[in-house]
């Protein structure tokens, strides 16, 4: 079906200019960056576009040509065609920060057409064209609120909280509910998926839903600089400049990306100091405390430090089962308490390989057709986990266990049938199984040569009083966790 089926001549220009760049212009090209654009209003000989974001501005040099020849084809008053966003747009009074869908300005209002056009517009917009993983407008409106590209799911519900990252947390919170007056700016720090961008996000839902016309950006430091290296070089400084000093909540991620670039710095120092003087909320995210960003210029560093300095650290093994079992709810997944503990204990790294283990054993229960049990994630992670343990050897487990009940490694060797020995023996053997690559026979050789039979009867006999008797079953994962660093 064509984009426009009604007589263009009855349209607004730059519906007629639109009608007549469907057909020139490649169907998904069109559907993403031409639909959500809107006709704003004439001024002079000025057409006014509105579009959602400045990440539309390009279409102005993208297809200025074919916007030029339709102009001259379609005979219309217009010399010249300015793209601009809500806030830039001279018809709009800037009360309205609520990135809600724009008001039809009053004096297109009075054209009777307009609001049949808008509707007409809206139903042509194609289900499937995405933007940042969200369909763009299923109910036939761009999204404005998601150009504060916030991913739904990152809530402050969402968020469990740990020894690790309450204290950032209850600071995230503090900021969404005085924004400006809690902590300003608000930094956070901490490891590779340690969950910095889940909490800003969170910030900035939190702040809409109490304060719905509040303007929020959530941007990367990486976006930020290649935004304004496009609008240096677009002679579009001005509509940058007020495009972030304009919100009321700026969330900024990865700003040690900014480190050696100077011109990004000096950029962002006046960005920072015009919402701070402002009293706006600055949220700064980082991999490390600002005392460490040893190429960010001291100014603003120390303005970095001027609010409140939260870290994250990585989460303790209830947290991680926590997580894991919050993620498979939102799954739909029911995950047993024992799998829980077994990735929780054996994934070291961050959260984010945390999830991915758990994306892989649903998917991989579901492409078998399989419940999730100990013994199928034991099989579908194997690699995974081998790859994160493979540093591990048997002297590290023997000690550790050794260690952990007081005890010398040389009696896990010797042959005392003692139960106080049996059981850190079968747990030790349980472990090199487990933790490394060693063969039965190996494992034997290096327990004072026991018989592989011994250590398969061990390893069982492990596997099933995990189950039933939770102090051992916290003994293995503890160690597991000592072992895994
Ligand atoms: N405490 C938590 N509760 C629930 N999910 C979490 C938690 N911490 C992290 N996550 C999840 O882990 C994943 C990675 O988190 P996030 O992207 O926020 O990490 P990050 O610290 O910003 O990492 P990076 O430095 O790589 O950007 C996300 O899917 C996030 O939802």
């Known amino acids: 079906m064509s984009f426009v089926s ?7 220009p730059w519906m007629q200019i639109l009608a007549a760049l469907e057909k020139k212009v490649n169907r998904q090209s069109f559907d993403t960056w031409l639909k959500p654009t809107r006709y704003s209003h004439v001024a002079g000989r000025i057409l006014y576009v509105r579009i959602p974001t400045e990440e539309f501005q390009h279409i102005g040099d ?5 916007v030029g020849e339709a102009i001259d084809n379609l005979k219309l008053e217009v010399d010249d065609v300015v793209f601009v966003t809500q806030e830039e747009d001279p018809s709009q009074p800037p009360a309205r920060k609520d990135g809600g869908f724009p008001p039809v300005p009053s004096h297109a209002a009075s054209a009777p057409q307009q609001s049949n056009q808008n509707h007409r517009y809206s139903d042509h917009v194609n289900p499937g064209a995405r933007r940042n993983g969200h369909p763009v407008e299923q109910q036939g409106r761009f999204d404005w609120s998601s150009a504060a590209q916030l991913n739904p799911r990152y809530t402050f519900d969402n968020f469990v909280i740990g020894n690790g990252n309450q204290f950032a947390r209850a ?5 969404a509910e005085r924004p400006s007056r809690a902590y300003n700016p608000l930094f956070l720090y901490g490891g590779v998926g340690m969950g910095k961008t889940h909490l800003m996000h969170a910030i900035g839902h939190e702040v809409k839903r109490r304060q719905p016309i509040y303007n929020i950006c959530y941007v990367s430091a990486e976006k930020f600089t290649n935004e304004m290296i496009n609008s240096l070089r677009n002679d579009r400084m001005t509509s940058f400049r007020d ?8 969330l900024i991620d990865d700003i040690q990306f900014i480190a050696q670039k100077e011109r990004t710095q000096e950029e962002f120092f006046h960005t920072f100091n015009a919402l701070h003087e402002s009293m706006k909320q600055i949220v700064i995210a980082s991999d490390r405390p600002p005392k460490e960003l040893a190429e960010i210029e001291d100014r603003l560093r120390s303005r970095f430090e001027w609010g409140l300095i939260a870290d994250i650290q990585p989460p303790d ?9 919050k993620k498979a709810e939102s799954e739909q997944s029911v995950l047993p308490t024992d799998v829980a503990l077994f990735i929780a204990s054996n994934v070291r790294t961050n959260v984010r390989e945390l999830e991915g283990a758990l994306v892989r054993l649903i998917a991989w229960c579901n492409m078998n057709n399989m419940e999730i049990t100990l013994q199928a994630t034991q099989q579908c992670l194997k690699q995974f986990i081998d790859t994160q343990v493979r540093k591990i050897t048997i002297e590290a487990i023997q000690k ?3 260690e952990n009940f007081a005890m010398r490694v040389s009696e896990l060797k010797q042959r005392n049938n003692s139960r ?6 079968q747990i030790a053997m349980y472990l090199a199984k487990h933790l490394t690559e060693a063969s039965l026979p190996e494992i034997g050789r290096q327990f004072g040569g026991k018989h592989h039979t011994t250590v398969m009867h061990s390893i069982a006999k492990i596997d099933e009083q995990r189950r039933a008797d939770k102090d051992l079953n916290r003994t293995v994962n503890k160690l597991q966790e000592i072992l895994n660093g």
Do not use: H, M
Not at 243 to 250: A, E, I, P, Q
Not at 317 to 325: F, G, M, P, R, S
């Open 6 to 12: 009604t007589p263009t001549s009855t349209l607004n």
């Open 62 to 66: 993208k297809y200025s040509d074919l």
């Open 171 to 175: 600071a995230s919170l503090a900021v």
């Open 243 to 250: 495009r972030f000093r304009g919100v009321d909540v700026l």
């Open 317 to 325: 093994l209830e947290t991680k089962v926590a997580i894991l079992q």
């Open 400 to 402: 550790a266990v050794a």
């Open 420 to 425: 106080a020995v049996v059981v850190p023996r």
